[in-house]
C-alpha cells in the first residue's frame, strides 16, 4: 500500500525545536522530488520547503528561511524538517508530499505543531 506518514508533531514554546519525519511505504522516495507543506487554520495551504530527488536543491519559503532546514536519507525511504528558533506563527497542520513529472503525486497525512507559551 502506497503512504506517507508524518509524525514528530507537538506542542513546543517559542525559540524551541522540532524534527518532523515522513516515511514512505510502497514506492520509492529516491524517484521524486519531495516537499512540505503546512496549513494553518482558516488559512490556504503553503509550501515550507522542497529537495531535489537527489538532494542536492533545496528551496525554503521566505518565512522560514534560516529557520527550517529539508533533508532527506533515500536510503531509508525519509523525509525530514528539522524547526529550530520556532514562532507561534509556525502553528499549522504539516504535510509532506512526494512529486515528480509523469509521476502520482502523494501526500502524508500531516502531524500537528502547535508554538505556544
Not at 528561511?65 to 509556525?90: A, C, H, V, W
Request: glycine content about 12%.
Amino acid at each position: 500500500q502506497v503512504q506517507l506518514v508524518t509524525s514528530g508533531g507537538g506542542l513546543v514554546h517559542p525559540g524551541g525545536s522540532l524534527k518532523l519525519s515522513c516515511t514512505a511505504y510502497g514506492f520509492t522516495i529516491s524517484r521524486y522530488s519531495m516537499s512540505w507543506y503546512r496549513q494553518a487554520p482558516g488559512k490556504d495551504r503553503e509550501l515550507v520547503a522542497g529537495i531535489s530527488n537527489g538532494g542536492v536543491s533545496t528551496d525554503y519559503a521566505d518565512q522560514v528561511k534560516g529557520r527550517f532546514t529539508i533533508s532527506r536519507d533515500n536510503t531509508k525511504n525519509m523525509l525530514y524538517l528539522q524547526m529550530d528558533s520556532l514562532k507561534p506563527e509556525d502553528t499549522a497542520l504539516y504535510f509532506c508530499k512526494a512529486h515528480g513529472a509523469g509521476r502520482p503525486t502523494y501526500w502524508g497525512q500531516g502531524t500537528q505543531v502547535t508554538v505556544s507559551s
